[in-house]
């Protein structure tokens, strides 16, 4: 392992602009999950396009379950991230090393737990869910391939988390953006070509995502930098293990609970049947999109936070939360405004059914202006985890995301209306919710200099 800090790869974010480093450190983060964002949206698209409503629906109605897994999975990358950018801004390599052999021993363990639960889980979850019948099936098959290749999801988002650590967003963000092309060519393969309908566009997102992973451990094994990943040396350090849990844990508890959370919501939108059902898949997957910048300045962050925790320098890294909120939520704006105008034509991407059309513009001119409440959620929440806190932002977003919305959600649909509008808004009750606990708390804090 090389002892020396190679700037051309790593990235040193306790000096300098802070406003020019949030943004280059940020920009291909929001590019590459661009990309990742792709794989289901493409599936989306074909499967609306070549396959049929019902196709669209059941793809829609899995993304709450994939996302339980890949978000709990994130919680543990955001730990990882955080211990690994406080040794590399302290400049303390040998415990750098050591995070990241730990952080990879213990991925290759959570990809084949995770594998064996998820599959045994699919046909109950789907059922929790109330999936109408005619969508059960084509979900099943969909979900059942999918969490058979997740490994190869996780081992990229772990390894790219490596990566963010010290600094390096692009060269994981080149290695999405050839996967994602990939993805296209084999979906348009596989569906229109092979006549494979949901299966194809499964299969075709594994493989475009195993390939992602080898990618980015061939890299993480023969760089000559830092945070090389040395084979021989690969072990857990339990130490080590429980630093990244501490901050990892309540992140990834927060997100898995949210995701199951959201799964209600789901069933909230299956009682008004299958074309509702496409709508409500058409408008999250935009609604994703939209989120892509607040969700790179929060991951920009919590990296910018952890090392200058590390090196000691409390006001900058307040200095940096405060830019990354305006920054999002100045773009977040922009974007949220062309998707409000163009709601009907970008829905038109997923499906031609006029209904499904219909519900998928209610769904977003009724929520995306609100996405700016999320904005300061989420990058507040980031740089709280960047000082080591993980714990009370778990807290704050588990109430307003799932005891809040829950609470509004059985309400208005008991007492008031059960409505599609009624139903979809239950999203921005919980974030105005988060967003004025976050900031009271954040508040609190803002000059604490206890971190963990």
Request: hydrophobic letters at 50%; charged letters at 10%.
């Amino acid at each position: 392992m090389n002892d020396r800090i190679r700037k051309t790869t790593t990235k040193d974010m306790t000096d300098g602009n802070i406003v020019r480093q949030l943004i280059m450190f940020a920009l291909p983060l929001m590019f590459g999950n661009i990309f990742q964002m792709l794989y289901n949206t493409v599936d989306s698209i074909v499967v609306g396009n070549f396959v049929g409503t019902e196709a669209l629906a059941a793809v829609g109605s899995t993304t709450m379950i994939t996302n339980m897994a890949v978000f709990f999975f994130n919680g543990f990358s955001v730990g990882a991230g955080v211990i690994i950018g406080r040794y590399f801004g302290a400049k303390d390599l040998k415990r750098l090393h050591t995070a990241v052999e730990t952080t990879m021993a213990a991925t290759f363990v959570f990809c084949v737990l995770f594998t064996i639960a998820f599959i045994l889980g699919v046909g109950p979850m789907l059922r929790f869910m109330d999936t109408p019948e005619d969508v059960f099936g084509e979900a099943t098959t969909y979900l059942t391939i999918y969490f058979a290749g997740i490994s190869g999801l996780l081992i990229y988002n772990m390894g790219s988390g490596i990566l963010r650590a010290v600094g390096d967003t692009r060269r994981p963000l080149f290695f999405l953006i050839l996967t994602s092309f990939l993805n296209i060519i084999l979906d348009l393969l596989f569906v229109p070509g092979f006549h494979m309908g949901i299966e194809g566009v499964a299969y075709a997102t594994i493989i475009s995502q195993f390939i992602s992973a080898i990618l980015t451990l061939l890299l993480l094994t023969r760089s000559d930098d830092v945070y090389r990943l040395t084979l021989h040396d690969l072990k857990i350090d339990f130490p080590t293990l429980s630093k990244i849990f501490a901050v990892g844990l309540p992140a990834a508890i927060q997100s898995v609970i949210t995701a199951f959370s959201n799964i209600f919501v789901q069933s909230y939108v299956n009682y008004f049947g299958s074309v509702c059902m496409a709508g409500w898949s058409c408008y999250n997957k935009l609604d994703q999109f939209i989120l892509l910048p607040m969700n790179s300045m929060a991951m920009a962050s919590t990296t910018f936070v952890s090392q200058n925790i590390g090196a000691g320098k409390i006001k900058r890294s307040n200095d940096g939360t405060k830019i990354s909120v305006l920054l999002s939520i100045g773009i977040t704006f922009v974007i949220a405004s062309l998707i409000w105008i163009f709601s009907s034509a970008v829905t038109r991407l997923f499906t031609a059914d006029e209904n499904v059309i219909a519900f998928g513009s209610l769904f977003i001119r009724l929520n995306v202006y609100f996405l700016m409440f999320n904005c300061v959620n989420h990058v507040l929440a980031g740089a709280l985890r960047g000082r080591g806190d993980s714990t009370v932002p778990m807290i704050i977003m588990l109430a307003s995301f799932v005891a809040i919305r829950q609470v509004y959600l059985f309400f208005v649909t008991h007492y008031v209306s059960n409505t599609p509008t009624l139903v979809g808004f239950g999203y921005p009750v919980g974030w105005m919710s988060c967003c004025v606990l976050e900031v009271a708390y954040f508040l609190i804090r803002w000059n604490h200099k206890k971190t963990v």
